[in-house]
C-alpha cells in the first residue's frame, strides 16, 4: 500500500448501483506506464497497486484518459475498460485486478476527439453504448472530426464496434462543446438511453439513444441510433469550457467553474424533464481544478483533485448535499437560494438606479458649465444637419454574395444628425473669422444590411450517403476478400511487458470505411496497420477548437 499517487490525468472506475463504496484510480506516472490501483473508500490516505502495464508505444502521462467497469458486475474481479484520448494516441486496454491489463488496442488511424465529447448512453450484458466525437474526416462535407457511435466489448479480447449511420447526428461538429449520456434499461437486443449535446452558442439538444446488440460489420444496423431532438431549457444557465460530464444512471450531472472558482453542479433527467437545474450545495465548497477526474459512486459525486503537492478525493453527497474530503474552503461569495435570489437581484437594481442618477447629475452639471463657457465667448455656433434628406438603398443577396433569396428594397428615412442642438444667434459683436454662418455637414455611415445567417449547427442526414458500419470485422474468415478491405493486422508485442502478448486485434483497418475513396491498387485501401512507432508523451491532441489543448480524465476536462 501506498499514498495517494499524483497524476497529471487521471480516471474512475466506479459502480453507480453497487453499495460497495471502493472504487478504482487508473493514471500514468511516465512515459509507456499505466497503473491500476484499488481504493478501499473515498476517506483512505492509501491505495493498493493492482494491475501495471508498461508500453512505451500506447501510454502517455499527459493523455486524457477515462475509466468504465463491467457492467453489472458481480464478480470480485471486474473487468475495467481503460480509453485513452487524442490523435495518435487513443488507445483501449481491459484491465483486471489481478495484475493483467490486455490490450493497448487502437482504431488504426482514428482518434477520439475528447472525454468531454463522448457520452455514455446505454448498458447492456456485456457491452456500454457511446455517442462520440473521431477525428476523422467526413467525405461529404471534408470536415475533419465526425459524430459517431461505439459499442464498448468488456469480454477479453472480443470487438468493440463503431459505426457512423446514427439516424440523426447531433450539432456542428465544429460547434460542439460537450456531451453527457444517461442509461436506463433495455429490451430484447436494444439498451435505452439519451445523448444530450451542447454547443458553443449555450443551447443543447436532447436525443433517445438506442442501441443495438446486433450491429456487426456486415449489416447496416446502427450501433446507436439517435432519435428527433428537443431542445434543453437551459433555465438561464451558461455552461464554460470547463464543464465535466458525468453519467449517473438516468441522470445526467455536469460539473464547472463557478465564477468565484468553486465547483458547481447542475443535473438533468431527461427521461422525466428537458430543464437543466442546478443543485444547491450547503457547507464548504470544493475548488475547482483543470485536472479533476470525476464519477459516480453510490448515488453520489467521486472527484480526484491535485494540488501543487498532494492528491486527495472529494465526495458530493445528494442526500446533504454537501461536499466531505480535504481541500474545501469557505467561499466569501454567499451563493443565493431560489428563494433569497428575487431580493438580491432587487438590491442589485436598486444601486444600479442611484448610480445612474449620480451619472446623469453629473452630465447636466458639465453641460451647463460648457454653455455658459461658449456664451461667454461670443462665439456663433451652427447646429449640424443632415445633407440629404431622404436616402434609400436597395439591397439583394447577389450584392452580399449569397445566392439565396432577393431582399428587395429597404427604404431608410431621413439621416438624424448626430446632435441636434438648437440654431444660436448672438447679436452682440461680430463673429470671430467673419465668415458667416458655417455649416457642418455629418455623413452617416453606410453599414451592409445585406442578409445575415447563423450557423445552426446541425448537419441534415444523408439517406444516399453510405458509410460502412464499423471498424471492427469479426475473426476473419479463412477466405478473405480479394481487396483485402477488411484485413486483421497484427499487434506488436508491446515493450517488455509480461502483461502484453502477440495477438490479432479486434480492430479492423479504417480503410473499409474508405474503400469507395481509394482506388483498390493506392496504398489507403490496402495497407494494414502500420508499424506502431513511439508515442510523443506531449497531449497530442486534434487542432480543432479548444480540444486543440484539452487533456482531461473520464469525464473531466
Known amino acids: 500500500m501506498s499514498g495517494i499517487p499524483i497524476y497529471n490525468q487521471a480516471c474512475l472506475a466506479t459502480d453507480s448501483t453497487s453499495s460497495v463504496p471502493s472504487f478504482y484510480l487508473v493514471g500514468s506516472t511516465s512515459p509507456g506506464s499505466l497503473e491500476v490501483n484499488y ?3 473515498p476517506d483512505a490516505t492509501t491505495v493498493t497497486l493492482v494491475a501495471s502495464q508498461n508500453d512505451q508505444s500506447a501510454w502517455s502521462p499527459s ?68 455517442t462520440i466525437m473521431t477525428n476523422d474526416t467526413d467525405t461529404t462535407t471534408s470536415k475533419v472530426n465526425m459524430w459517431a457511435a461505439l459499442r464498448m466489448n468488456f469480454r477479453q479480447n472480443g470487438p468493440s464496434l463503431i459505426t457512423y449511420d446514427m439516424a440523426n447526428n447531433p450539432v456542428d461538429v465544429n460547434n460542439a462543446m460537450l456531451a453527457v449520456g444517461t442509461y436506463g434499461g433495455y429490451s430484447g437486443n ?76 447542475y443535473s438533468i433527467i431527461p427521461s422525466a424533464s428537458f430543464t437543466l ?30 494540488n501543487r503537492s498532494a492528491a486527495f478525493f ?51 452639471f458639465v453641460r451647463h458649465r460648457r454653455k455658459s463657457a461658449k456664451k461667454s465667448a461670443g462665439a456663433s455656433v451652427t447646429a449640424l444637419a443632415p445633407k440629404n434628406p431622404e436616402t434609400s438603398k436597395c439591397v439583394s443577396a447577389s450584392d452580399q454574395g449569397h445566392n439565396q433569396h432577393d431582399l428587395g428594397c429597404i427604404q431608410y428615412g431621413p439621416r438624424q444628425p448626430q446632435y441636434n442642438q438648437e440654431h444660436v444667434q448672438y447679436d452682440h459683436g461680430q463673429p470671430l473669422y467673419g465668415q458667416g454662418q458655417v455649416q457642418y455637414e455629418q455623413l452617416q455611415p453606410q453599414y451592409d444590411q445585406g442578409q445575415v445567417q447563423y450557423d445552426q449547427g446541425y448537419v441534415p442526414y444523408d439517406p444516399a450517403y ?60 490496402t495497407q494494414a496497420k502500420p508499424q506502431r512507432t513511439s508515442v510523443g508523451q506531449d497531449p497530442q491532441y486534434v487542432p480543432a477548437g479548444h480540444f486543440s489543448s484539452e487533456a482531461r480524465s473520464p469525464q473531466t476536462r
Open 39 to 41: 481504493v478501499n473508500n
Open 63 to 130: 493523455a486524457a484518459k477515462l475509466c468504465y467497469i463491467y457492467p453489472f458486475a458481480t464478480s470480485v474481479n471486474p473487468g475495467i475498460k481503460i480509453v485513452q484520448f487524442g490523435a495518435g494516441s487513443t488507445y483501449m486496454g481491459l484491465a483486471q485486478t489481478n495484475n493483467l491489463i490486455s490490450g493497448a488496442d487502437s482504431f488504426n488511424m482514428t482518434g477520439f476527439v475528447s472525454p468531454k465529447l463522448f457520452a455514455w448512453s446505454g448498458k447492456f450484458q456485456d457491452f456500454d453504448m457511446f
Open 190 to 265: 436494444t439498451s435505452q438511453g439519451y445523448t444530450i449535446v451542447f454547443d458553443k452558442s449555450n443551447r443543447g439538444q436532447i436525443f433517445t439513444a438506442h442501441g443495438n446488440l446486433l450491429a456487426n460489420i456486415t449489416n447496416n444496423t446502427p450501433t446507436v441510433a439517435l432519435g428527433v431532438p428537443t431542445n434543453v431549457i437551459m433555465n438561464g444557465i451558461m455552461l464554460t469550457i470547463n464543464a465535466i460530464p458525468v453519467t449517473m444512471g438516468n441522470t445526467a450531472y455536469i460539473l464547472d467553474r463557478a465564477s468565484n472558482g468553486s465547483t458547481v453542479i
Open 277 to 306: 437545474a442546478r443543485v444547491y450545495k450547503t457547507g464548504d465548497s470544493l475548488p475547482f481544478t483543470n485536472n479533476m477526474a470525476v464519477g459516480a459512486l453510490n448515488n453520489q459525486i467521486l472527484t480526484y483533485s491535485v
Open 314 to 364: 472529494n465526495v458530493f453527497d445528494l442526500t446533504t448535499y454537501s461536499w466531505s474530503g480535504s481541500g474545501l474552503v469557505s467561499v466569501a461569495v454567499i451563493e443565493p437560494t431560489p428563494e433569497k435570489s428575487s431580493n438580491i437581484d432587487t438590491i442589485v437594481c436598486a444601486t444600479v438606479g442611484g448610480l445612474a442618477l449620480i451619472l446623469l447629475a453629473i452630465f447636466l
Open 466 to 525: 453510405e458509410r460502412p458500419t464499423s471498424f471492427i470485422p469479426p475473426p476473419p474468415p479463412v477466405n478473405q476478400l480479394a481487396d483485402g478491405v477488411h484485413n486483421a493486422y497484427l499487434l506488436p508485442a508491446a515493450g517488455d511487458s509480461p502483461e502484453s502478448k502477440t495477438a490479432y486485434s479486434p480492430y479492423v483497418n479504417p480503410t473499409s470505411i474508405r474503400a469507395s475513396t481509394f482506388s483498390p491498387e493506392s496504398p489507403e485501401s
